[in-house]
């Protein structure tokens, strides 16, 4: 159950059908399966993916990305030969992400820092905001320190 939805987000037309209209009934279901607090994300910010999303486009622009995952992926191949000179921070939640998305970045940037966000899952903004607020203002501080 995790990954069929990044598989159906690659379809060609077939999502933006059966989500149009439905796209809080989408949202709701994704809160409620991919986040590990689904009660953090507010109603208020619910409404806003909501509002976003069905803007005419709204769906097929977030779709686009998972469509274009192929791509990046090659373009990142490429790109990745040469490290990155800016600092990277790289946070997954817990339940979702862990710690592969700091590890996939291993070898790629001269200053990579982060890790996981404990208790969290994959809306870590959401369902975290006062440890992903420290984790950011530290590494902004890291790279202060790194400038001077």
């Not at 439905?22 to 909501?50: C, G, H, M, Q, T």
């Not at 486009?57 to 790109?79: K, T, V």
């Not at 982060?114 to 899952?121: A, M, R, S, T």
């Amino acid at each position: 159950m995790k990954l069929w939805q990044l598989s159906f987000n690659t379809l060609p037309e077939l999502p933006e059908i059966l989500t149009k209209g439905r796209e809080r009934e989408l949202f709701d279901w994704l809160f409620r399966n991919k986040a590990k607090y689904p009660e953090r994300v507010s109603i208020a910010n619910r409404k806003r993916y909501v509002a976003s999303y069905a803007k005419p486009g709204g769906m097929s622009h977030g779709f686009a990305y998972y469509r274009a995952a192929a791509l990046s992926a090659s373009q990142n191949r490429e790109f990745g030969k040469r490290k990155l000179q800016m600092p990277v921070l790289a946070l997954g939640g817990r339940n979702a992400m862990g710690d592969n998305l700091r590890s996939s970045m291993e070898g790629l940037a001269v200053h990579l820092d982060g890790g996981v966000i404990e208790d969290c899952g994959h809306y870590v903004m959401e369902e975290q905001p006062e440890v992903v607020a420290r984790r950011l203002l530290d590494f902004f501080k890291s790279v202060e320190i790194l400038a001077s």
